[in-house]
């Protein structure tokens, strides 16, 4: 098991940015794939973004239609941190937001569905503006 530590959560006006941080308590952390998701109030949790993990450096990811080209996911395995940049935010993007990790024997491999995580943070509150 592994915890996870979410924080950058905030209130931001429509068009406006924040960049989301994920902790994890686990040595090594390259081993984990990693995602976020959020969930809106009378909503179903859904997939934001997601990446793999890497021996090297070069990472895949895959996004929501919903965030592509606004959202970017990006991890530090030094600083055992996961990152969501988000820009042109939006009304809709206000949701708590969930890092989630789980373990992949491969690398490059990104899992997008919330059944095969098994590690999950304690969330945090994106609001948007109008």
């Known amino acids: 098991q592994v915890q996870l530590v979410e924080s950058g959560g905030g209130l931001v006006q429509a068009g406006g940015s924040l960049r989301l941080s994920c902790v994890a308590s686990k040595r090594p952390f390259s081993r984990y794939a990693m995602g976020w998701f959020r969930q809106a109030p009378g909503k179903e949790r859904e997939f934001v973004a997601a990446i793999s993990w890497s021996a090297g450096n070069i990472y895949y990811a895959d996004y929501a239609d919903s965030v592509k080209g606004r959202f970017t996911i990006s991890r530090d395995s030094a600083k055992n941190t996961v990152y969501l940049q988000m820009n042109s935010l939006k009304p809709d993007d206000t949701a708590v937001y969930y890092c989630?990790?789980?373990?992949?024997?491969?690398?490059?491999?990104?899992?997008?569905?919330?059944?095969?995580?098994?590690?999950w943070g304690q969330g945090t509150q994106v609001t948007v503006s109008s």
């Open positions: 989630a990790a789980t373990v992949v024997s491969q690398e490059k491999v990104v899992v997008t569905s919330s059944t095969e995580y098994d590690n």
